[in-house]
């Protein structure tokens, strides 16, 4: 009987003793697996920045036409400087948008080149390429986005590059120009090519 009470005393001690040693051999385990070699590389802060295309003309904000009172055979000019500032390169077109015409515009003959010179009144205008040389109309219903317009400009990014455009106009000598009117926005786009 004596023995039975001894064998039953260290069983409790057992079951302390076996989680004891298992937690200590993981504790073991655990700092042998933090023990080892290592080595990293790394590939420097990356990033990345977008390019732009920027256009800006000298107008102040101003038409450059606002005639009333026309007569047959009335004609005038101004040009304007754009400047392209983008940092991409890119292509260049002229178009018309917001087009409203009564009649007019079938007989106001239109001529716009472009080239070089910075005054308003083309004085020193100098030109390299006409783009249009019909009526108002014509341009204003064919040339009507990126796709359709005119000029062959086409500016390298990265330094500021301008072009001057001369628009020159004539009220033909036709009856049936009497008491119309046009009124149209030119409008210049550049895309990054």
Same mark, same amino acid.
């Given at each position: 009987?004596? *023995?039975?009470?001894?064998? !039953? !005393? @260290? !069983?409790?001690?057992?079951?302390?003793?076996?989680?004891?040693?298992?937690?200590?051999?993981?504790?073991?385990?655990?700092?042998?697996? =933090?023990?080892?070699? %290592?080595?990293?590389?790394? =590939? #420097?802060?990356?990033? +990345? @920045?977008?390019?732009?295309?920027?256009?800006?003309?000298?107008?102040?904000?101003?038409?450059?036409?606002?005639?009333?009172?026309?007569?047959?055979?009335?004609?005038? *000019?101004?040009?304007?400087?754009?400047?392209? #500032?983008? %940092?991409?390169?890119?292509?260049?077109?002229?178009?018309?948008?917001?087009?409203?015409?009564?009649?007019?515009? @079938?007989?106001?003959?239109?001529?716009?080149? *472009?080239?070089?010179?910075?005054?308003?009144?083309? %004085?020193?205008?100098?030109?390299?390429?006409?783009?249009?040389?019909?009526?108002?109309?014509?341009?204003?219903?064919?040339?009507?986005?990126?796709?359709?317009?005119?000029?062959? +400009?086409?500016?390298?990014?990265?330094?500021?590059?301008?072009?001057?455009? !001369?628009?020159? +106009?004539?009220?033909?000598?036709?009856?049936?120009?009497? #008491?119309?009117?046009?009124?149209?926005?030119?409008? +210049? *786009?550049?895309?990054?090519?």
């Amino acid at each position: 009987m004596a *023995e039975h009470g001894t064998q !039953r !005393r @260290q !069983r409790p001690g057992m079951a302390i003793l076996v989680p004891l040693a298992l937690l200590a051999s993981s504790a073991v385990v655990y700092q042998a697996s =933090n023990a080892a070699f %290592s080595a990293t590389t790394t =590939n #420097g802060a990356n990033s +990345w @920045q977008s390019g732009s295309v920027a256009l800006s003309d000298n107008d102040s904000g101003v038409a450059m036409f606002s005639v009333t009172g026309l007569s047959p055979g009335d004609t005038g *000019e101004k040009c304007i400087v754009v400047t392209y #500032g983008g %940092s991409l390169n890119a292509a260049v077109t002229l178009y018309a948008t917001s087009y409203t015409d009564s009649g007019l515009g @079938q007989y106001l003959d239109l001529t716009i080149q *472009e080239g070089t010179g910075a005054q308003a009144n083309c %004085s020193d205008f100098s030109s390299s390429a006409t783009l249009h040389n019909t009526d108002l109309d014509a341009f204003a219903t064919t040339s009507t986005g990126f796709g359709t317009g005119v000029s062959s +400009w086409a500016p390298a990014g990265g330094s500021a590059a301008t072009k001057t455009f !001369r628009f020159a +106009w004539t009220l033909q000598d036709d009856n049936g120009a009497m #008491g119309k009117s046009s009124q149209v926005t030119f409008t +210049w *786009e550049a895309q990054n090519t």
